[in-house]
């Protein structure tokens, strides 16, 4: 399969769906994930499913429905007929049918796909097989922390565009100078010229450990030295690490195609860097809302001539990330295509750019 530019999902990750708090004991959430409908629920006991978000019976979504108990498991009930569907997506109980129906059905032939889902870091990851035969053969993205922390603060932005220019969005460093001009962070006369290394990580590329350029305000607030590294990986998780010493800032970025048009920008920060705790949360999130802000209002305004599908140019250092994503979706959807191992298509390199 050739990847084109803005048309295409990659299968066999796992996605980001949700943030564990936002999925209560016996509750659930209607999402669209790879433009399929997906339901992520958590059963009364605390486990976290997903299911294709559609009634086998007639096509309603499930969502709409209460998670009920049935035959000593949670399950969720159709709103529709009430049909009855556990966490696997096996039927439990069909309501209409009298006794001796029910005796000659197997019910358990009636299935909603399940998809199975990961929970770890306070990250909810659903597993996007090309069918339901690819079973998860990797694990989810881990954050590298010292404990095993939740977030301590997170935040949504939706961006209508396809994941590819969203990704590409936050990651081309070109932008920066024209996009982002706040004071914290820089200004257009902070521009110089930049070098940096990168290398391979586990499907996907780094910005590899460096003291960061001294142009930024908000690195000055953390005091001596820190050191920062940028990882980007397949299908579109993006880790910015700070670490001052043994302390550690960690922003964790999740790019989640919902469809061809929308897509999904959540963004966990964790840290164990005492800095943090003194600053309000109200300011964090004005600071992050701003700049991704930014980021969205340039992106949509980008559909508006990318609708006329013009030919797009990446040129350079400053796009060679952006080429690497590329290559690396072609190179994971041809490896799964041919049943052939993955090989990361990245090569050490060191980049060279002004921003
Ligand atoms: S549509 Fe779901 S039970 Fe009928
Ligand atoms: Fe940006």
Not at 304 to 311: M, R
Request: glycine letters at 8%.
């Amino acid at each position: 399969m050739a990847i084109e530019e803005g048309k295409s999902y990659l299968s066999d990750l796992w996605y980001f769906g949700a943030m564990s708090d936002e999925v209560k004991p016996g509750q659930h959430l209607h999402k669209e994930l790879l433009g399929q409908p997906l339901l992520i629920g958590r059963t009364h006991d605390g486990e976290a499913f997903a299911l294709r978000d559609i009634c086998p019976h007639r096509g309603i979504l499930l969502s709409g429905g209460e998670m009920v108990r049935e035959a000593g498991q949670s399950a969720i009930e159709c709103p529709y007929h009430g049909w009855r569907f556990g966490r696997d997506g096996g039927c439990l109980k069909i309501p209409s049918l009298t006794g001796e129906q029910t005796e000659r059905m197997d019910l358990s032939k009636i299935k909603t796909r399940a998809f199975p889902v990961r929970e770890a870091q306070g990250l909810i990851w659903v597993w996007h097989g090309a069918d339901e035969t690819v079973e998860p053969f990797m694990d989810p993205v881990h954050i590298d922390l010292t404990d095993g922390r939740k977030p301590r603060f997170w935040q949504r932005d939706v961006f209508n565009c396809h994941v590819d220019h969203a990704v590409i969005g936050l990651m081309d460093p070109a932008h920066i100078p024209y996009i982002h001009r706040q004071w914290w962070w820089r200004t257009a006369k902070s521009v110089h010229d930049k070098s940096k290394e990168f290398g391979p990580v586990e499907r996907g590329f780094s910005m590899l450990p460096h003291t960061p350029s001294s142009n930024s305000f908000l690195y000055k607030l953390l005091g001596a030295k820190p050191e920062t590294e940028i990882r980007f990986q397949l299908p579109g998780v993006r880790q910015e690490y700070v670490r001052v010493g043994d302390k550690s800032v960690v922003g964790f970025t999740a790019v989640t195609p919902t469809n061809d048009n929308k897509t999904e920008i959540t963004i966990a920060l964790y840290w164990t860097h005492p800095v943090l705790d003194i600053v309000p949360n109200f300011i964090l999130k004005n600071a992050i809302s701003t700049f991704v802000g930014q980021d969205r209002d340039a992106v949509n305004a980008q559909q508006v001539g990318l609708a006329y599908d013009p030919n797009l140019m990446l040129i350079h250092d400053a796009d060679v990330q952006a080429k690497w994503y590329y290559r690396l979706k072609q190179a994971w959807a041809d490896a799964r295509a041919k049943g052939e191992e993955f090989v990361n298509p990245v090569k050490p390199a060191t980049l060279k750019w002004r921003s």
